[in-house]
Nanobody
Framework: QVQLVESGGGLVQAGGSLRLSCAAS????????MGWFRQAPGKEREFVAA????????LYAVSVKGRFTISGDNAKNTVYLQMNSLKPEDTAVYYC??????????????????WGQGTQVTVSS
């Protein structure tokens, strides 16, 4: 069984930075892409960023483009999210996800079949 484990969340002041990490543990598996989603209280889960291992292309939500950077290591099934210039509206639980099948669009949660438990990010004003 494969598990995705996120780390790096916490409390930060507006304008600050955090770096989230996500690592796969358990049996060996391969993924086509990995991504980050977030969910704020009372809101639906929304796409943040994704990286496709084929070619290393990345995709970002408009709300985070220019502030967040996704990177990772395909061989280790590890993905990172560097978050700079954080805003109070970035407050949410951040989830790591992996697509081991290779289907759908990177921004669509249904394209991912493996999910982490989430890590809380709180940005104070």
């Amino acid at each position: 069984q494969v598990q995705l484990v996120e780390s790096g969340g916490g409390l930060v002041q507006a304008g600050g930075s955090l770096r989230l990490s996500c690592a796969a543990s358990g049996r060996t598996f391969s993924s086509y892409r990995m991504g980050w989603f977030r969910q704020a209280p009372g809101k639906e889960r929304e796409f943040v960023a994704a990286i496709s291992w084929s070619g290393g292309s990345t995709l970002y939500a408009v709300s985070v483009k220019g502030r967040f950077t996704i990177s990772g290591d395909n061989a280790k099934n590890t993905v990172y999210l560097q978050m700079n210039s954080l805003k109070p509206e970035d407050t949410a639980v951040y989830y790591c996800a992996a697509d081991s099948i290779g289907r759908g669009n990177s921004w669509f949660p249904g394209s991912y079949d493996l999910w982490g438990q989430g890590t809380q990010v709180t940005v104070s004003s």
